[in-house]
């Protein structure tokens, strides 16, 4: 099969063997693969694929299954599924869990289907779960045109919240209030603290999904109401930052943060099981829909990862895989 390789940091078109898949394992003929940060910290040596994972980059696709392995029961040979994997995603063929292959909603294509697995379980595990998000509750999002912010959006508006957003320009801005946003603060203009706090009349909002880290923090905690939850996803602006402890304590605040893609096999079954039931009937309707910036073939990846470095886009990346 075609794959893509880091070779001194670039990203270059080779051949590999095609992987072996265990007994409870499916092996995926890739039709599209999600281009996501992580990808782009792993190809500069920041962010090693866990044990046991490939080395090959790509954390989602979607495809037809080709062949599964002798305990699998789930799904047969020649469904369309998404699936979540720890590496492995840039390639012709790519091996999945048989319960972390989502069955793609009929109304959704295939490079639709692989931009829905890494930014759904994300935003599900962690504003739904880890910071319990209810309704009519104020969602604060940094990045709020990223694949994460775009999905962050549409969930918390689809299940009644309300949503900030920050993003780097008007135009980005204006897309993510037409999909939803309550408001979007254009962070290059404006002072997103100050914002929030008139928006909120001061009382802050309740919940805060940040991607940005560094200084981020100290701010943040100035934009939140008492009781509020802070969830970090990412450190764009490094993992290091000074706060203060007194705010903490007065307003109760609750500071936490999460990782996907070392999480054990049983936690990513959850979150699945929770998207299927919950979520994956707001696809099917239309109520949530799939946002794509652009797509690239495969043997285009570096170009794929220039795009995300530059942040220009708006919504997923996606590979093509012919």
Same mark, same amino acid.
């Given at each position: 099969?075609?794959?893509?390789?880091?070779?001194?940091?670039?990203?270059?078109?080779?051949?590999?063997?095609?992987?072996?898949?265990?007994?409870?394992?499916?092996?995926?003929?890739?039709?599209?693969?999600?281009?996501?940060?992580?990808?782009?910290?792993?190809?500069?040596?920041?962010?090693?694929?866990?044990?046991? /994972?490939?080395?090959?980059? $790509?954390?989602?696709?979607?495809?037809?299954?080709? /062949?599964?392995?002798?305990?699998?029961?789930?799904?047969?040979?020649?469904?369309?599924?998404?699936?979540?994997?720890?590496?492995?995603?840039?390639?012709?063929?790519?091996?999945?869990?048989?319960?972390?292959?989502?069955?793609?909603?009929?109304?959704?294509?295939?490079?639709?289907?692989?931009?829905?697995?890494?930014?759904?379980?994300?935003?599900?595990?962690?504003?739904?779960?880890?910071? %319990?998000?209810?309704?009519?509750?104020?969602?604060?999002?940094? $990045? *709020?045109?990223?694949?994460? $912010?775009?999905?962050?959006?549409?969930?918390? %508006?689809?299940? *009644?919240?309300?949503?900030?957003?920050?993003?780097?320009?008007?135009?980005?801005?204006?897309?993510?209030?037409?999909? *939803?946003?309550?408001? /979007?603060?254009?962070?290059?203009?404006?002072?997103?603290?100050?914002?929030?706090?008139?928006?909120?009349?001061?009382?802050?909002?309740?919940?805060?999904?940040?991607?940005?880290?560094?200084?981020?923090?100290?701010?943040?905690?100035?934009?939140?109401?008492?009781?509020?939850?802070?969830?970090?996803?990412?450190?764009?602006?490094?993992?290091?930052?000074?706060?203060?402890?007194?705010?903490?304590?007065?307003?109760?605040?609750?500071?936490?943060?999460?990782?996907?893609?070392?999480?054990?096999?049983?936690?990513?079954?959850?979150?699945?099981?929770?998207?299927?039931?919950?979520?994956?009937?707001?696809?099917?309707?239309?109520?949530?829909?799939?946002?794509?910036?652009?797509?690239?073939?495969? /043997?285009?990846?570096?170009?794929?990862?220039?795009?995300?470095?530059?942040?220009?886009?708006? $919504?997923?990346?996606?590979?093509?895989?012919?």
């Amino acid at each position: 099969m075609h794959a893509i390789e880091i070779t001194e940091g670039l990203l270059q078109l080779t051949e590999r063997p095609l992987p072996d898949y265990s007994e409870t394992e499916v092996l995926i003929k890739v039709a599209a693969a999600g281009v996501n940060r992580a990808d782009i910290m792993q190809r500069q040596g920041l962010y090693p694929p866990p044990k046991g /994972a490939s080395d090959i980059l $790509g954390l989602e696709v979607s495809g037809v299954i080709y /062949a599964i392995g002798s305990k699998v029961s789930t799904v047969k040979v020649g469904d369309r599924v998404c699936a979540l994997l720890t590496g492995g995603a840039y390639a012709e063929y790519c091996i999945a869990d048989e319960t972390l292959c989502l069955t793609i909603p009929q109304n959704l294509d295939f490079i639709q289907a692989a931009s829905l697995p890494e930014a759904f379980f994300t935003v599900w595990s962690t504003i739904f779960n880890l910071a %319990k998000i209810q309704k009519h509750e104020i969602l604060l999002v940094h $990045g *709020g045109s990223s694949g994460i $912010g775009v999905t962050a959006i549409q969930l918390a %508006k689809a299940f *009644g919240m309300r949503v900030f957003i920050t993003a780097r320009s008007q135009e980005k801005c204006d897309f993510c209030l037409q999909l *939803g946003a309550d408001a /979007a603060i254009n962070y290059q203009e404006q002072d997103f603290v100050s914002e929030v706090k008139r928006l909120t009349n001061n009382n802050g909002v309740d919940v805060i999904l940040d991607m940005i880290g560094g200084d981020y923090l100290a701010r943040n905690l100035k934009c939140m109401a008492y009781d509020a939850r802070l969830v970090q996803i990412a450190i764009q602006k490094g993992y290091q930052a000074e706060i203060n402890m007194l705010a903490v304590m007065l307003k109760r605040l609750h500071i936490t943060g999460a990782t996907l893609r070392d999480r054990d096999l049983s936690f990513k079954q959850n979150i699945a099981q929770q998207l299927l039931q919950q979520v994956w009937p707001l696809l099917e309707k239309g109520t949530i829909v799939p946002v794509i910036d652009r797509t690239f073939p495969l /043997a285009n990846a570096e170009q794929a990862h220039s795009l995300m470095e530059s942040s220009l886009h708006k $919504g997923k990346i996606i590979l093509t895989v012919s």
